[in-house]
């Protein structure tokens, strides 16, 4: 039997409090959220009380900065809601503004398990080889589609957009341009590229009729997020 899943819409204006509620004590990334909440509280009310609280808070940021491995200063404006599922590597520029019920990604992992199957990938495990073609023929064959599996788990229902790395500049001038922020759009564009691989790129040599079945297999990926696909054309 099919049951129908109505998924509740995420307000762009309206703070969810409660996706910042501590689960249990560890729990790194609403910890430290935590400690910029109540630093920020107290700031506001000032007093000798206030002033022996934020001493408290900003040990504890300290102390949860370095657990979660994110960089994210006490005097951030960040809306409420904000969700951390995998905090390390994150940063935050102090003079960022962030608005309600955010959801920020470094990297995709799992904020429960830190063994060797913490990352989603980790089912995969099994499928390494040194040889492109055969990895992949081990992929499809314990995880058929798996591409349009795994993203399907980050953009559910209620995402109106989903930018692109390879058109990550455009996308992100798209964003703010419907969102009704002001920016400076070429100075934007002037921006260089940083933390880019040195490593030089190898081209793909693709098994013809691999690249066609794979094809078959993603082709809901390929339609949802706008790349070309084999009928593109016809």
């Not at 989603?120 to 591409?147: E, H, Q, S």
């Not at 009729?209 to 593109?232: C, D, F, N, Q």
Request: glycine share 6%.
């Amino acid at each position: 039997m099919v049951k129908s899943v109505t998924v509740p819409n995420i307000s762009a204006t309206e703070p969810d409090w409660s996706r910042e509620q501590l689960r249990r004590w560890w729990n790194p990334s609403r910890q430290l959220l935590k400690s910029i909440r109540k630093y920020q509280k107290w700031q506001e009310k000032g007093g000798f009380v206030s002033r022996f609280l934020d001493r408290v808070n900003v040990l504890q940021h300290r102390f949860s900065s370095v657990v979660s491995g994110a960089e994210i200063p006490l005097n951030c404006n960040i809306g409420g809601g904000l969700l951390l599922t995998h905090p390390n590597g994150v940063v935050i520029h102090p003079d960022a503004s962030i608005g309600p019920n955010c959801l920020i990604f470094q990297s995709w992992g799992n904020e429960y398990d830190y063994t060797s199957s913490w990352h989603p990938n980790a089912i995969l495990n099994d499928c390494g080889d040194g040889d492109f073609n055969t990895f992949v023929r081990k992929v499809i064959r314990k995880r058929p589609g798996y591409v349009t599996e795994f993203y399907g788990w980050y953009t559910q229902p209620g995402v109106r957009f989903i930018g692109k790395q390879e058109t990550l500049v455009d996308d992100l001038i798209y964003v703010l341009r419907q969102i009704n922020i002001k920016f400076d759009e070429e100075r934007l564009k002037s921006f260089q590229p940083k933390h880019v691989s040195k490593s030089p790129n190898k081209p793909i040599v693709w098994d013809e009729e691999l690249k066609i079945e794979v094809e078959r297999l993603e082709y809901a990926s390929l339609i949802r997020y706008g790349y070309p696909t084999p009928y593109s054309n016809k």
